[in-house]
């Protein structure tokens, strides 16, 4: 697991929209959030980390290491995208053995991971199912072991149970959080909803038209808001867990 260093990350968009003077620092093993309503620059901001935007200008480094200019590939950072990005015409093995085969590795070593990354998210014995027969949250895990499979210092999830429906969102919302304290990874993960945050991050950063507002614990962000922005986004939520607290547990 890697650390990740943020220093005033630039990308703005010709059409609008982007991050400006993103600064933070994400601990090694930390669950980190970027929250905020659409178009406020997160998912933005989790694509430089991840290489597949160059910034504007600033700088990124991981541990100590400067990698502003280096290509995806070359990050140890593994990625799952809102859409999942499964290739429909492969199985599930095929699907998640598919970066260890453009890393060259050996068939043997890729069979291990394969079935490593598949007993991690519960998965067993699904190798051969085409994943289009698989439901959204099969099809969510298999992403998730594929990004797993390469065993990645730093794992980038962008609104990943957004295609889920409520239930199933909150169950695999309760495995995703149980499985990166398990393998201790440094997790970053972009979402809207503000219940998922709060529940699942460690810190959370609340973003607003490419600008960061506060960087803190749930705790800090819900008891001290730093702006009026972060005040008003997350009223709502911060009434319903008053709400909670004040009607005590039901018998």
Do not use: W
């Not at 200019?69 to 799952?80: D, H």
């Not at 794992?155 to 995703?176: Q, V």
């Amino acid at each position: 697991m890697s650390s990740v260093r943020c220093e005033s990350i630039t990308r703005v968009y010709d059409e609008g929209g982007g991050v400006r003077e993103f600064t933070c620092t994400i601990q090694q093993g930390e669950f980190f959030a970027l929250l905020g309503p659409s178009g406020c620059g997160k998912t933005t901001t989790l694509r430089v980390i991840a290489g597949l935007e160059v910034p504007d200008s600033g700088r990124l480094f991981f541990d100590e290491r400067d990698v502003t200019a280096l290509p995806p590939e070359k990050r140890n950072a593994a990625m799952v995208f809102q859409s999942y990005a499964l290739f429909p015409h492969m199985n599930v093995f095929n699907n998640v053995a598919f970066g260890l085969r453009a890393r060259g590795m050996a068939k043997s070593e890729i069979a291990d991971r394969v079935a490593e990354s598949l007993q991690r998210v519960q998965l067993e014995g699904v190798q051969e199912r085409p994943v289009t027969d698989l439901s959204g949250g099969q099809q969510q895990r298999v992403a998730l072991a594929r990004s797993l499979a390469v065993h990645p210092a730093i794992l980038l999830l962008d609104e990943p149970l957004s295609n889920l429906d409520a239930e199933l969102r909150y169950a695999t919302r309760r495995e995703l959080a149980e499985l990166q304290q398990r393998l201790g990874i440094t997790a970053i993960y972009v979402t809207h909803d503000q219940e998922e945050a709060l529940d699942l991050a460690d810190r959370i950063a609340v973003m607003k038209d490419g600008r960061c507002h506060q960087i803190g614990t749930p705790g800090q962000i819900l008891d001290a808001p730093e702006t009026d922005f972060v005040r008003s986004f997350l009223e709502r939520q911060r009434r319903l867990m008053t709400r909670t607290k004040e009607s005590g547990p039901t018998l």
